[in-house]
């Protein structure tokens, strides 16, 4: 069966660079969740979107945003990057509510240098 | 406010023993939804099993089982027979029901190691 796909897998920046993360979500499936897990931490919820809005909104800096397009693939769009920023970012999927699992992606491993 | 709390930081057994990863939650919510993650030393996060709130009938699945109890806001997870392949980082979850794209609030991870 077809899974969430994230690109890159592994993503090498330096400080104050941007970073653009994307996340094609299982077919038929119209919500798209990010999160942030850091080194030794349990994911952190940064966003959501049901067809193409947002839904709900975490603890996503004000130097990240993110979108839904019409084709339901997400992007998060991280600028003036800190050395904090480094973790692994999860997307995932689901269709519908919240009674809906939500199924990740392999995750993006952001590193800054 | 949601809260998941997994209170065992790290487990350590041997094969074939039985292992209970423990789960409490805290939400104002009537409705809500639990979940179980697995996530290996590979990386990934896998589903394991979803429950909604007014389901109290345990589960199992094969050599996991499932135990909640609202009465307690438990929702515990049992691994009979361990086998090395078990060995990753468990998360408990939590969604508020019936809001498209509600969020997962995680517990903090219980680590497994399944020793040969």
């Known amino acids: 069966a077809a899974g969430v796909i994230q690109s890159p897998r592994h993503l090498i920046k330096e400080k104050r660079e941007t970073a653009t993360l994307k996340c094609y979500p299982i077919p038929r499936h119209d919500t798209v969740y990010w999160y942030q897990q850091g080194p030794g931490q349990d994911p952190q919820f940064l966003i959501s979107f049901y067809e193409k809005m947002q839904s709900d909104k975490g603890s996503i800096p004000d130097r990240f945003s993110a979108q839904q397009f019409s084709d339901y693939h997400s992007e998060l769009n991280m600028s003036s990057l800190e050395l904090g920023d480094s973790a692994l970012y999860f997307c995932?999927?689901?269709?519908?509510?919240?009674?809906?699992?939500?199924?990740f992606g392999d995750g993006t491993r952001l590193s800054i240098l | 406010a949601q809260k998941v709390t997994q209170a065992q930081t790290e487990i350590s057994v041997v094969e074939k023993e039985d292992v209970t990863l423990d789960c409490v939650y805290e939400?104002?919510?009537?409705?809500?939804?639990l979940f179980w993650y697995k996530q290996p030393p590979s990386g990934e996060l896998v589903f394991l099993i979803r429950r909604n709130s007014f389901d109290e009938q345990n589960e199992i699945s094969g050599r996991y089982s499932w135990n909640f109890q609202k009465s307690t806001s438990s929702f515990n997870f049992t691994i009979t027979a361990s086998q090395v392949v078990d060995s990753a980082v468990y998360f408990c979850?939590?969604?508020?029901?019936?809001?498209?794209?509600?969020?997962?609030?995680f517990g903090e991870g219980t680590q497994l190691t399944v020793n040969p």
């Open positions: 979850a939590l969604s508020e029901a019936g809001t498209s794209g509600s969020r997962l609030t």
């Open positions: 995932a999927s689901s269709s519908g509510t919240g009674a809906q699992p939500q199924h």
């Open positions: 939400t104002r919510d009537t409705t809500y939804y």
